[in-house]
C-alpha cells in the first residue's frame, strides 16, 4: 500500500471538519450556550487568580504578572486538546457499544480517523483568551518582543500542548482494558489545573513525579522558563520539545495497541 | 400508609447504594483524585503563606485555610450529584415522560434515587476525610454540640445544592444543552461557595455580595459552623436560619420553575 502524504491527510481532515461544524451549528443554542460556558470557567479560574494576588504580592519568587504568564500559557497549551482531541471522551462510549468497530475499516490510519472526525470549537474561546493574558503579562514584564521569542514561544507552546494530549490519549485509551474510562479522563483533565503554579511550590518528591512520571511540569513551567527567566534556563527546559514529542509517541502507540486488540462486541 | 411511603424512597435509596457499588474502580480513581488535588492545594497554600511573611492572613492561618479547604473539597466530593447530566440525559433520550408518569414527584424521585450514592459518598469520601483532618491536626476541629449544628446544617446544604441543580436542571428542557450549562454551574458555584478559595480571602465589595447569594450557605456555613474556635449560640443560630431561609426560598423557586416548564416540555420519540 503506497503511503498517504500529509496533503492528503490534510484535505481529508477539512472535509470531516467541515461537516462537523456544520453539523454542530444545526444545535445553535447548545453552540451559544457552550462557548458561554467555556468563556465562564475561564473567567472564573482568572477571577479566583486575582483574588489569591489580593491577598499576596508574590508566590514563592514569582509575582503577578509571571504567574499570569504561566497562566496564559497553559491556557493555550491545553487548547488543542480540547479542539481536535475531542472525541477520545467519547471513545468509552464508542468501544462499549460496538460502534467502534467502524473506524478500523477505514483505508487511513486509525487513530487520526478516529481524532479527526470532532473539532470542538468552543475551544477557540480559551485560545483567545489566553492569548490575551499572555499578551498582556508580556507587554506588563516588559519582556523584549523579538522574532526569536516569538518564533521561541510558538515552538515551545506547541511541543507543550503535546503532553496534555498524550496524557488524555493515554486516558482515553484505558477504556479497552477497564470499560469504563471516565474517571481516569476525568483525573487526566485535572492536572490541567496544576500546570499554571510553578514547579518550585512543590517538595522534591512531587516535583520528580510531575516532571517524569506526570509530565504536567511540561505542559508551561519549563517552557515558560525559557522566556520569562532567559538567564536561568535549566536543561529540561531545551528538553521539553522533545520529551512532548516522545510522550505524544507513546501514548499514540498505547492507543493503536489497544485498538488493535479491540475485538468488537459482535453486533 | 405513612410507612408505605418511606419505604418507596429507601427502596430507591438501597437501589443507588447497590448501583454505585458496582463501579469500584471508579471510586478508587476518585479519591486518589481527590489525594492528587488536595498535594496541590496543600503545596500551593503553603508556598502563598511562606512567602507572605506572617502567620495569619484575614484572620486564617496556614492550617485553617488548610483544614477549611480539605474539608471544602470532601464536602463537595460527597455532595456533587451529577444530578443536572442525568436531567439533560434524559430529556435527550425521552426517558423523562417515564419518569414524569411513575407514582412519585419527579423531583424526589431524582433526588431519592440519588441518596444511595449520597451516603455512599458520605461513607467513602468524607468521613475519612474528616477523621483524618481530626487527627493529623488534633485540635484544629472543636469536637462538641457544633457537630451536631454541623451535621444540621450540610443537610441544608444538601438540600439547596440539590434544589440549585434542579433549577439548572430545568433550564436544560429549554435549551437542550447540557454541558455548557453544567460547567457554568460548577464554576460558578465552585468559586461563590468559597469551596476554592476561602470566602474570607475575598476583597471587600466581592465578600459582602457573595453573602447575599444562596452558593455560599452550600459549603461556607456548614464549615463555618464547625470550625468557629469560639462558637456562640447567637452566631450560630444566625447562620442557620438564613441557611433554613435560603433552603425554602430555593425549594419554591425550583417548584414553580418546574411546573411552569413543564408545559414547555417537548420530547422527541422517547
Known amino acids: 500500500m503506497e503511503r498517504k502524504t500529509i496533503a492528503f491527510y490534510w484535505k481529508i481532515y477539512r472535509r470531516i471538519m467541515i461537516q462537523d461544524i456544520k453539523s454542530k451549528m444545526s444545535y445553535r443554542a447548545d453552540f451559544i ?8 470557567t475561564n473567567i472564573a479560574g482568572f477571577i479566583s487568580f486575582w483574588i489569591l494576588f489580593q491577598n499576596f504580592p508574590s508566590v514563592n519568587g514569582w509575582g503577578y504578572y509571571e504567574m ?26 464508542n468501544v462499549y457499544s460496538g460502534d ?29 483568551f489566553g492569548i490575551g493574558t499572555l499578551i498582556y503579562a508580556w507587554y506588563k ?18 511541543t507543550a500542548s503535546l503532553i496534555m494530549i498524550s496524557m488524555q490519549n493515554a486516558a482515553a485509551a484505558t477504556c479497552f482494558w477497564i470499560q469504563n474510562s471516565f474517571f481516569v479522563l476525568d483525573l487526566a483533565f485535572r492536572f490541567k489545573d496544576y500546570a499554571k503554579y510553578p514547579m518550585t511550590i512543590f517538595s522534591p518528591v512531587f516535583r520528580f513525579i510531575f516532571t517524569f512520571l506526570i509530565p504536567i511540569a511540561f505542559i508551561a513551567y519549563y517552557p515558560s522558563l525559557v522566556i520569562l527567566r532567559p538567564g536561568e534556563v535549566p536543561l529540561l527546559s531545551w528538553l521539553s520539545p522533545f520529551i512532548g514529542c516522545l510522550f505524544f509517541w507513546l501514548s499514540y502507540k498505547l492507543w493503536m495497541f489497544g485498538a488493535m486488540n479491540y475485538s468488537g462486541t459482535g453486533s | 400508609m405513612k410507612t408505605l411511603n418511606l419505604k418507596k424512597y429507601l427502596t430507591l435509596t438501597r437501589m443507588g447504594i447497590i448501583e454505585s457499588l458496582q463501579f469500584r474502580i471508579g471510586t478508587f480513581v476518585m479519591i486518589i483524585g481527590n489525594l492528587l488535588y488536595l498535594t496541590l492545594v496543600y503545596f500551593l497554600w503553603k508556598a502563598i503563606f511562606a512567602s507572605s511573611g506572617t502567620d495569619r492572613v484575614n484572620g486564617m492561618t496556614f492550617y485553617d485555610t488548610l483544614v ?47 441518596s444511595g450514592e449520597l451516603l455512599r459518598n458520605f461513607i467513602c469520601v468524607f468521613l475519612p476525610t474528616f477523621l483524618v483532618v481530626c487527627i493529623v491536626t488534633h485540635g484544629a476541629v472543636p469536637l462538641g454540640i457544633n457537630l451536631l449544628f454541623f451535621i444540621v446544617s450540610v443537610i441544608m446544604g444538601v438540600i439547596i445544592s440539590y434544589n440549585i441543580d434542579y433549577i439548572v436542571g430545568t433550564i436544560c428542557l429549554f435549551t437542550e444543552s447540557i454541558w455548557g450549562i453544567n460547567i457554568m454551574r460548577q464554576v460558578i458555584v465552585l468559586l461563590l461557595s468559597g469551596a476554592t478559595i476561602p470566602i474570607a480571602f475575598f476583597p471587600e465589595p466581592f465578600k459582602s455580595a457573595v453573602f447575599f447569594l444562596p452558593f455560599q450557605a452550600v459549603y461556607n456555613t456548614p464549615l463555618m459552623i464547625l470550625l468557629d474556635p469560639a462558637p456562640s449560640l447567637q452566631t450560630t443560630g444566625r447562620m442557620l436560619a438564613l441557611q433554613l431561609i435560603w433552603c425554602l426560598v430555593m425549594t419554591v423557586v425550583s417548584n414553580l420553575f418546574w411546573r411552569v416548564s413543564l408545559r414547555q416540555i417537548t420530547v422527541n420519540g422517547g
Open chain 1, 33 to 40: 450556550i457552550s462557548t458561554f460556558g467555556m468563556v465562564a
Open chain 1, 68 to 93: 499570569l504568564f504561566l497562566y496564559g500559557f497553559s491556557l493555550i497549551s491545553i487548547t488543542p486538546v480540547q479542539c481536535l482531541f475531542d472525541n477520545n471522551w467519547s471513545l468509552r462510549i
Open chain 1, 100 to 128: 467502534f468497530i467502524k473506524y478500523c475499516f477505514r483505508p487511513i490510519n486509525l487513530f487520526f480517523y478516529y481524532q479527526s472526525e470532532i473539532f470542538d470549537v468552543k475551544g477557540l474561546g480559551q485560545l483567545f
Open chain 1, 141 to 158: 514584564l516588559s519582556l523584549p518582543v523579538t522574532l526569536l521569542a516569538v518564533c521561541k514561544t510558538v515552538v515551545f507552546l506547541t
Open chain 2, 68 to 114: 477549611y479547604l480539605v474539608l471544602a473539597t470532601a464536602l463537595y466530593g460527597f455532595m456533587e450529584m451529577y444530578t443536572v447530566w442525568e436531567i439533560g440525559r434524559n430529556i435527550q433520550s425521552g426517558k423523562i415522560v417515564l419518569d414524569l408518569l411513575k407514582p412519585i414527584k419527579y423531583k424526589s424521585y431524582l433526588f431519592w434515587s440519588y
